[in-house]
C-alpha cells in the first residue's frame, strides 16, 4: 500500500482555530518532509524533519515525529484563510538501492472566514 | 533568483502525438526530479537526474517515456505516442544536493484528446 498515507483526507475549520494532519508511513525513513499545494500549483516545501527529531517548528507550523509509531502530524496554529490548500507529507527512503520521495495523497484543509 | 521553470503549462495533444515537457532547474541547482499527479492524488515519482545522466527512472513506464539533462540546456520528459491516460500535471522539482529540500515548478497540465 501507498507510503505517506495522510488523514484525514479533507479537513474544514474556522479562521483562528488550529487543524491538524497526519501522517502515517511503512518502512524506515531518512527524513519526512511537509508540502503544501494551493489548487493548480507547484508544491512549496514547508518543513523538513529528520529521523532523528521529534518536533519542529517554523512560524505557525509545528511538526513532531515519532519514529516508533511510524508516523507525523502537522499542526498549523491560529489558521487563515489563506491556509487553504492540500498537504502533502513525503518521506525519503531507500528504496532499489536508490534514494527516493514518496508522497501521500495529501490534505485538503479549507479554512472558513 | 529565478524559481523552478516549466513550460509549457499547458499542452494539448491528440493520441498518437508527441509531449515534449522542458523544466529549467532553479540556478545552482543540477538534480532534476520528474512528478505526475492525477487529480485528487499525491505525486507519483517518475525519474531522478543530474546533469547527462539518469539516476533513478525506476518510477517511468519503460515504453513511450523519456527522459534527459543534457549539459546545456532544460531537462526535457518526452512522452511518445500519447494515449488518455497520460492526460496528468506533470510536475519538475530540483535541489542543490540529492533528495534535500526540493523546490517545484508550477508544473504543466497534458490533456489528450
Known amino acids: 500500500s501507498q507510503q505517506g498515507e495522510e488523514d484525514p483526507q479533507a479537513l474544514s475549520i474556522q479562521e483562528g482555530e488550529n487543524a491538524t494532519m497526519n501522517c502515517s508511513y511503512k518502512t524506515s525513513i531518512n527524513n519526512l ?6 489548487s493548480g500549483r507547484g508544491l512549496v516545501h514547508l518543513i523538513l524533519i529528520r529521523s532523528n527529531e521529534r518536533e519542529k517548528h517554523s512560524g505557525r507550523l509545528r511538526v ?6 511510524k508516523s507525523s502530524s502537522l499542526l498549523i496554529t491560529a489558521s487563515r484563510a489563506a491556509d487553504t490548500a492540500s498537504y502533502f507529507c513525503a518521506t525519503e527512503r531507500n528504496e532499489g538501492g536508490s534514494e527516493k520521495l514518496v508522497f501521500g ?3 485538503k484543509l479549507t479554512v472558513n472566514p | 533568483n529565478a524559481g523552478v521553470m516549466q513550460n509549457p503549462r499547458h499542452l494539448v495533444r491528440r493520441r498518437g502525438q508527441e509531449a515534449r515537457l522542458r523544466c529549467s532547474p ?4 543540477s538534480h532534476v526530479y520528474w512528478y505526475r499527479q492525477l487529480p485528487e492524488e499525491g505525486l507519483k515519482f517518475m525519474v531522478y537526474l543530474q546533469k547527462e545522466n539518469i539516476i533513478d527512472e525506476s518510477g517511468m513506464p519503460k515504453e513511450r517515456f523519456s527522459a534527459e539533462f543534457p549539459k546545456e540546456g532544460p531537462s526535457i520528459l518526452r512522452i511518445q505516442q500519447v494515449v488518455r491516460g497520460d492526460s496528468a500535471a506533470y510536475f519538475c522539482a530540483s ?4 533528495f534535500y529540500e526540493q523546490y517545484f515548478g ?8
Open chain 1, 64 to 69: 513532531t515525529l515519532d519514529t516508533s509509531k
Open chain 2, 106 to 113: 508550477p508544473g504543466t497540465r497534458l490533456t489528450v484528446t
Open chain 2, 26 to 29: 532553479m540556478k545552482g541547482h
Open chain 2, 95 to 98: 535541489s542543490p544536493q540529492g
Open chain 1, 105 to 107: 495523497k495529501g490534505t
Open chain 1, 33 to 38: 518532509q511537509w508540502y503544501r499545494q494551493n
